[in-house]
């Protein structure tokens, strides 16, 4: 192969790879903020409603507890409901809580798309770096084994990453059974 030839294939791949490299991570990324944000929004859902029913079942216990401080006697079925209102705000506190969980998830896949900007900036100060060695006055053998050289540090900086945020939230929504948080 000439040198020119050599040198037009190594540049190729250089800039083949970055752009494959930052498109991986970018996609990534912008799954990571929609899922975030699905997730937020249904945990906002949650929680108002979940706050919202609260406020329904002590209004309704409060009826009951004004007729006992006027001085009635309540009914037999003013008193099961009574009951029943407890384990129903309990059912309603239990739900607000899941929605207020939704902060871990999103904690961890903000957390993961920060690694990802921080790699994809490390990775691009790499090539920066790296290329700031080559002198215009560099021959072609020169620029073919700086070429090769950040190639390969790229390659194996991209693999690092990528192991590194192996790991998923798979979570897609509050009610699903599926959290993989650690």
């Known amino acids: 192969m000439t040198r020119k030839k050599v040198l037009g294939s190594q540049v190729k791949r250089l800039l083949t790879g970055v752009s494959d490299h930052g498109k ?7 799954a990571d903020l929609i899922q975030t944000t699905l997730l937020l929004g249904e945990a906002i859902d949650k929680l108002g409603a979940s706050f919202m029913a609260i ?19 309540p009914s037999p079925e003013s008193v099961e409901r ?14 607000a809580i899941t929605g ?3 902060q871990d998830m999103t904690s961890q896949l903000i957390d993961r798309t920060m690694r990802r900007v921080t790699g994809l ?5 790499t090539l920066g770096a790296n290329g700031a060695g080559m002198l215009p006055e560099s021959d072609s053998d ?15 900086q991209s693999l690092e990453l990528k192991n590194v945020l192996r ?16």
């Open 121 to 125: 900036r490390e990775f691009l100060g």
């Open 55 to 73: 406020h329904a079942a002590v209004c309704m216990q409060q009826e009951t507890v004004d007729l006992f401080l006027a001085g009635g006697t």
């Open 82 to 95: 009574m009951r029943a209102l407890h384990d129903e705000i309990g059912s309603h506190v239990n739900a």
């Open 167 to 182: 790991k998923a939230v798979t979570q897609k929504h509050l009610d699903s059974g599926d959290i993989e948080l650690f």
């Open 142 to 156: 020169a620029i073919v084994t700086m070429l090769s050289s950040i190639n390969m540090a790229l390659a194996i």
């Open 24 to 30: 991986k991570h970018l996609i990534e990324v912008e």
């Open 100 to 102: 207020m969980q939704f």
